[in-house]
């Protein structure tokens, strides 16, 4: 079953929507909270490959995306059918809030339905500036936003620090400094937890 209680959401077909994609328990007010699975009782039940998606273009100005993208497929055509499907429904400059864990911490290999490892440097790729500015250095990155014509321009990224990491670290160099965090999640495993990422839909 795809879509569950459509006759109860007429906010589905109007403007400025907000959606909390893959929500599972942790619904919020004032979102349309989605999911796949029936267990948490979702406004929609909404499998994110079942393509297209109830909403019109450019209808959504925000949406919540809270440990999805690692449960996206691997295979690059669905993973990017969903990403263009994204794009399609949001309006300029809608935010995307997405949470997930960093592809070196152990939390995205534990869970057996994570398909998908999720950098930085990938999501910046779904920026048309961003593919720009390396096509004119001769770079051998994919130009993913021209590829699938999509644009994503990342606003905000941080990274959350496993705090079993600070222990192993003093047991190895004698000393956690704070300063060197980038080098330590660079060079070692389970030091960057939970990404968090802002991105924002650029369609003029």
Request: aromatic content about 10%; glycine content about 2%; charged content about 25%.
């Amino acid at each position: 079953m795809q879509e569950q209680k459509i006759s109860m959401l007429p906010e589905v077909f109007s403007k400025n929507l907000k959606l909390n994609l893959g929500c599972g328990n942790k619904k919020k007010t004032g979102y349309i909270n989605i999911d796949s699975s029936s267990h948490c009782n979702p406004d929609l039940l909404l499998d994110l490959k079942n393509i297209p998606y109830p909403f019109k273009d450019c209808s959504v100005r925000e949406i919540i995306m809270k440990s999805v993208f690692e449960h996206l497929p691997a295979d690059p055509e669905i993973f990017f059918g969903i990403i263009q499907e994204i794009y399609r429904i949001c309006q300029h400059k809608a935010v995307i809030h997405v949470e997930c864990p960093h592809p070196t911490h152990r939390w995205q290999i534990i869970d057996f339905t994570h398909q998908k490892a999720i950098h930085p440097e990938g999501l910046r790729l779904l920026s048309k500036k961003a593919c720009t500015k390396d096509i004119s250095k001769n770079s051998t990155s994919s130009p993913l936003a021209f590829m699938y014509d999509v644009d994503f321009e990342m606003k905000e990224y941080s990274c959350e620090i496993d705090p079993k990491c600070i222990s192993h670290i003093e047991n190895l160099f004698g000393s956690f400094d704070r300063s060197k965090l980038e080098s330590y999640a660079y060079l070692l495993k389970d030091v960057a937890s939970k990404q968090k990422f802002k991105l924002i839909a650029i369609k003029e």
